[in-house]
């Protein structure tokens, strides 16, 4: 089914009336808050509009801090759509799009750290700073036998525990430890990344037929059509490609 104003797949998408987009902006690449009116912006945002727009309904921001916050707006209803990186810990209730966004997983260490490479992170005594609940904590928290994972309420504790020698590694999406260790003198990241995040649209599971292959084909025809990489290249993001078309 394609996006149109067709009054059964406005409810299937927005049975409030109103297309209500959850918004993470604890992911950088995503969303951030505009410097001088403080409103969100990013490609998360600019997909949402164009969403309602296809579908001839009013956009509500839903916005979190957090990307776990974001996902349970969603699942439990409280939000009609939201951006998530894919995870087998999320697909509960949820139903993914192929992803429109990939974005890496690096590791940030101290300048005279003895790790030297990713592989080297995953050993007995090693402590790991991840944001709660996000994808690369989930991520994580399959891959790591032996590193201890340390978990943060606010993403930027990490780099303070990470400062002050609480931990040994922080992790995170690749923009965002660069511009820590852009910011603040005596930081390294270690070579290439530990994962790809794949950045997707998601809504309820439980919503009306046609739904989630009505957004899945909207996904790919946003990413076809240049709308993600103008979205990107307008708000200046670096470190998140557009994901190639879906197999």
């Known amino acids: ?9 406005q409810r299937n998408f927005a049975p409030h009336g109103v297309l209500r987009a959850s918004i993470n902006l604890g992911n950088p690449i995503l969303a951030n808050r505009d ?4 409103e969100p912006v990013g490609v998360s945002i600019d997909l949402a509009r164009a969403l309602g727009k296809r579908l001839g309904l009013e956009v ?15 699942r439990s209803g409280k939000a009609d759509i939201g951006f998530f990186a894919v995870d087998p810990a999320r697909s509960e209730g949820l139903s993914f799009t192929a992803p429109y966004v990939l974005i890496e997983g690096c590791y940030l260490v101290k300048q005279d750290a003895a790790l030297q490479d990713n592989a080297q992170v995953d050993r007995d005594g090693v402590r790991v700073a991840v944001g709660s609940g996000s994808a690369y904590d989930l991520f994580l928290t399959r891959e790591l036998q032996h590193a201890a994972i340390e978990r943060y309420v606010h993403v930027p504790d990490c780099l303070v525990a990470l400062q002050e020698g609480r931990v ?15 910011q603040h003198g005596g930081l390294r990241l270690l ?15 439980d919503r009306g037929p046609g739904a989630a292959s009505a957004l899945a084909a909207f996904v790919e025809e946003m990413k076809a059509s240049g709308f993600v990489a103008e979205s990107l290249k307008r708000h200046g993001i670096v470190g998140g490609t ?3 078309a879906a197999g």
């Open 1 to 9: 089914m394609t996006l149109s104003t067709d009054p059964t797949l």
């Open 35 to 38: 410097k001088t009116t403080g």
């Open 60 to 74: 509500e921001l839903v916005v979190f801090e957090k990307a776990a916050q974001s996902v349970d707006a969603v």
């Open 168 to 182: 040994d590694v922080a992790a995170g999406i690749r923009t965002m430890l660069e511009g820590w260790a852009a």
């Open 191 to 205: 070579p290439g990344r530990f994962m790809v995040i794949q950045q997707a649209m998601g809504m309820p599971a």
């Open 242 to 244: 557009v994901a190639p």
